[in-house]
């Protein structure tokens, strides 16, 4: 597995890619009820790792990069509106032009899950996922060389892609912990319920496998799970809300 820097640059980057995809033009991009949250923890295989923290507005403020051996700060992002609308992301009280136009970029993404029926409260804490998400069923949208099915039994849906075959760079990305940039993805399977992503597993041309799961509490994101085939490489990602 990566080292705990990389995964920092994942995260971080992720974060940055993610915190304005609640607000455009005013009005939320997912059409889900919220409920407010003062902050929330995300942790890795039970250690803590980031901290959001949200105004009144339910809009995330702060970002808190936490050492996962030591518990201790390491570093802040701070995330600045002009009139209810994201502005810019500020590291060090300094703006970034680079990570605040990623984050401006991310909104198209946010609004292409949208329009396939996708709707995560909260979607800041899960960038990395939805990042992936939307990648790959714009791949879905955009070839035609494979095979492609769904399967619809009441409010859950299965997208299945059958010989896909694609190298797909997931960036940043979770992902990259357990499937290699150059490898092929030769099936992709997606099950959708009530408007949210339940499990994804990605089947390899090397015969090994990435199993995604996602698990709610009323419909708010509580835990997300990596398994691979390779038993020795897994992940589990907590979301503890502080109201």
Sequence with gaps: MESNEMRIVIILTAILLTNCSKKNDGKPIEDVKVQKNNSIDILEDGKRFFTYVYNEQNLPTESILYNTQT???ESKSKFNYQNGKFSYVSVNNLKDDDYTQSVLNYLYQAKYLSSKGIKIEHPEIVGSEIGDLSNLLSIGDGYKDFKKDSIVNGNEKTIIYKSFNKK???YPSYITLFIPEDEIIKEYNLVIKDSLPIKETFLLENNQSLKRKYFYENKRIKKI???????????????????
């Design 71 to 73: 518990n201790n700060l």
């Design 168 to 170: 797909i760079r997931f």
């Design 225 to 243: 799970t990596y398994i691979s085939s390779d038993p020795t490489n897994k992940l589990r990602k907590e979301f503890i809300y502080k109201n």
